[in-house]
């Protein structure tokens, strides 16, 4: 069974920064794209940030462009999302998700195992 489990969400002020960490087991790490999206309430669900199989590919939303950078370990089955100059509009729950894909879109629809999400909340 394939389980998604984040961390690392809170609260912060603006700008200030946070490091958001995945754990995905159940499957062969190393095979999997992973990648970031978020929800804020009463919007849809955005990518954020996705990283190919390999790691070697990586992207990013233009609205966190400058601001997050995506890495993976897989030797320790792992994803961060490291989120600095954070603004109130980053507010959301955060989903960390792995694709089958070597390097999909990002788009849910290309993300087959999903965790439950980590809140951040950025105050003014």
């Known amino acids: 069974q394939v389980q998604v489990a984040e961390s690392g969400g809170g609260l912060v002020q603006t700008g200030g920064s946070l490091r958001l960490s995945c754990t995905v087991s159940?499957?062969?790490?190393?095979?999997?794209?992973l990648g970031w999206f978020r929800q804020a309430p009463g919007k849809g669900r955005e990518g954020v940030s996705c990283?190919?199989?390999?790691?070697?590919?990586?992207y990013l939303a233009d609205s966190v462009k400058g601001r997050f950078a995506i890495s993976r370990d897989n030797a320790k089955n792992t994803l961060h999302l490291q989120m600095n100059s954070l603004k109130p509009e980053d507010t959301a729950m955060y989903y960390c998700?792995?694709?089958?894909?070597?390097?999909?879109?990002?788009?849910?629809?290309?993300?087959?195992?999903w965790g439950q999400g980590t809140q951040v909340t950025v105050s003014s």
């Open positions: 159940g499957l062969s790490f190393g095979d999997y794209a």
């Open positions: 998700a792995a694709s089958s894909f070597k390097t999909p879109p990002l788009k849910t629809s290309f993300f087959g195992h």
């Open positions: 990283i190919s199989a390999s790691g070697q590919v990586t």
